[in-house]
């Protein structure tokens, strides 16, 4: 278990496990307590609550205001309540966030599917009273409709009629006649219906408030639009909804409430209502109804839950100090390596005594630091490299002018053949400097281009067959199919340039140097190949590398500057490719450019 995973895991597992425990014993104690009290809950509470949420949800279009009203319930019942969506999400709940729902749902919520269990006197349409919808009237109706329905009343009362006036779920008053126990009223959604037409008082009009208003013509339209669509091609007598939901036949009178209306024209007003309402009402949503202990969140004892916290701490603490302290030794020994690197000793390296993730972390480490350190040392290398560069052909510039200036040398034409010469060669090493460093930070630009390898080694032939020439070499090229290339003529022209230039430079006279190109799977190889000197086994690694050179007197005579291998490696990568050198002392060397075709 060396593995900080595994010491991470091992130390979670146990301190879950004896969490589990102290849980379950918690949750076994009090589990008779609770059975008790879930007992306690009676039928009637959970009928008001579900009442009080019907209206709301009759009134509302959605559940986002109902928090207030669950606690309020929560409040006057003791109780836990619960709302959720028939997906599990939660809406409101009366008990502190983070306690689970009770197991079992106590009613669905859903004013256009009353829970008859709940509310044993809910019509058979099982529509909540309430849910009105769009033919809930307006203030000003209401108040018109008021007025007239108090006129009646009062000229009832003149005519020796008891009368009572009530207002409805829509806001339309309802008029009573105490004497007969029928009513005057215009309400699409009564309580109770009434089940006779009014008493024509004589002297009395009731026109005036029993005419459906605006609100209630168009809400009817609707609605029998929707009944229409319904019964659609199944052969029921026509007719029309009134304002009390019953069927009135086009060749009879409106059928009173006692009678049942056809089976399929009942079914197709309640589908009707129940569609006219749904963007009126709140979507169903789960009732969960709690214990009052549920409802503040401690059903267990503080005592029994202080007792189970604090020895949960105790052996997390525990076992938490013991992980930490195998776990913090490799960690401080990795801070004070690279705090010690940070101050400049790239020699820093760890000893860690163990396996896993800290081990892999300390070898990385370790081979972070080597290869800081290898860079560090070829730095240094390179600027000593780099002004021994400039060095020589700038100390020579400042003798011969010092000596002209002194009156020492005079600067005729061969002098200053000779000057110049110097500065073309400082211009030469900032150049290949430049070069270099572009390629470092990724800013070689290439414009690339359909190449003929044919004509382009040609060209770089021509450009070196004069030196080739007076050094007693001969320059050929070996095409195969001239394969198709895309690249940068420019940069390839130079890459390849400089490896003839090199091999002008170390093969003796009388030997060949052949410039090749052929095509390999997708790639397009182009290799130059002397017949010189060669390059030892173990130099072959360090060819390409900045200002290397086999002779390290760096004598001018025997070598350029150094850069010129490592500008073809780097102009061979911005193209996607690879430069690589095999050499045979003294027999054959071949320098390979791989690029993609």
Not at 394 to 423: F, K, T
Request: aromatic letters at 4%; glycine letters at 8%.
């Amino acid at each position: 278990m060396r593995s900080l995973f595994v010491r991470l895991l091992t130390s979670s597992a146990v301190v879950a496990v004896c969490s589990i425990t102290a849980t379950a014993w918690l949750a076994a104690s009090s589990t008779s307590g609770a059975i008790q009290r879930e007992q306690g809950q009676t039928l009637a509470s959970d009928a008001r609550i579900n009442n009080s949420l019907l209206g709301y949800a009759s009134h509302h279009s959605d559940w986002s205001g109902v928090a207030a009203t669950l606690r309020d319930l929560a409040a006057q019942n003791s109780r836990r309540i619960a709302l959720a969506t028939e997906n599990g999400t939660l809406i409101a709940d009366s008990a502190t966030a983070g306690i689970p729902l009770p197991a079992k749902v106590s009613a669905v919520v859903d004013p256009l599917a009353v829970d008859v269990t709940l509310v044993p006197g809910a019509a058979r349409d099982r529509i909540d009273p309430r849910a009105v919808g769009p033919f809930l009237l307006s203030a000003r109706d209401r108040a018109r409709l008021s007025k007239a329905a108090d006129t009646y009343a009062a000229c009832a009362g003149r005519t020796g009629q008891a009368v009572q006036v009530t207002v409805s779920n829509t806001g339309r008053p309802l008029v009573t006649t105490l004497s007969q126990g029928v009513s005057q009223e215009s309400s699409p959604m009564p309580s109770p219906m009434p089940t006779a037409a009014p008493v024509v008082v004589g002297a009395c009009d009731a026109t005036t408030f029993s005419t459906p208003t605006r609100t209630e013509k168009t809400a009817l339209k609707q609605l029998n639009l929707l009944v229409s669509r319904c019964l659609k091609g199944k052969g029921a007598e026509r007719g029309s909804v009134g304002l009390d939901f019953t069927w009135v036949s086009k060749e009879k009178q409106p059928m009173p409430p006692v009678a049942e209306p056809d089976q399929v024209i009942s079914s197709c007003i309640v589908t009707a209502r129940k569609e006219q309402l749904d963007p009126y009402v709140a979507p169903a949503a789960y009732l969960y109804i709690g214990s009052p202990a549920e409802a503040t969140g401690q059903r267990i004892p503080l005592p029994s839950i202080a007792g189970a916290a604090l020895l949960v701490l105790v052996l997390t603490v525990g076992v938490s100090v013991m992980a930490a302290r195998r776990l913090v030794r490799p960690v401080n020994a990795l801070t004070h390596a690279a705090q010690r690197m940070r101050d400049g000793d790239s020699s820093a390296r760890v000893t860690v005594r163990t396996t896993g993730e800290i081990s892999e972390l300390a070898t990385a480490f370790n081979e972070m630091s080597e290869h800081l350190q290898r860079m560090e040392e070829q730095r240094k290398a390179m600027v000593s490299d780099v002004s021994h560069e400039l060095r020589t052909p700038l100390s020579n510039l400042r003798g011969w002018l010092e000596a002209a200036q002194d009156g020492v040398a005079e600067l005729d034409p061969a002098l200053i053949a000779s000057l110049v010469e110097e500065i073309l060669l400082l211009q030469h090493i900032v150049d290949d400097l430049q070069e270099l460093a572009l390629a470092d930070a990724g800013k070689l630009r290439l414009h690339v281009e359909p190449v003929h390898l044919g004509d382009l080694l040609d060209q770089v032939t021509t450009a070196h067959r004069g030196r080739a020439e007076a050094a007693g070499l001969t320059l050929t090229t070996v095409i195969t199919d001239d394969p198709p290339l895309t690249a940068d003529p420019v940069r390839l022209r130079q890459a390849i340039g400089n490896l003839v230039t090199n091999s002008l430079r170390y093969t003796p006279r009388g030997g060949h140097i052949t410039l090749g190109a052929r095509q390999d799977g997708d790639q397009v190889v182009v290799e130059v190949t002397d017949t010189g000197i060669g390059i030892r086994a173990e130099y072959l690694p360090h060819v390409f590398d900045r200002f290397w050179r086999a002779e390290k007197s760096r004598n001018r005579q025997t070598g350029g500057s150094g850069l010129g291998l490592a500008i073809v490696r780097n102009l061979a990568e911005a193209h996607g490719g690879t430069a690589t050198v095999a050499s045979v002392p003294g027999v054959r060397t071949t320098f390979t450019l791989r690029l993609p075709s």
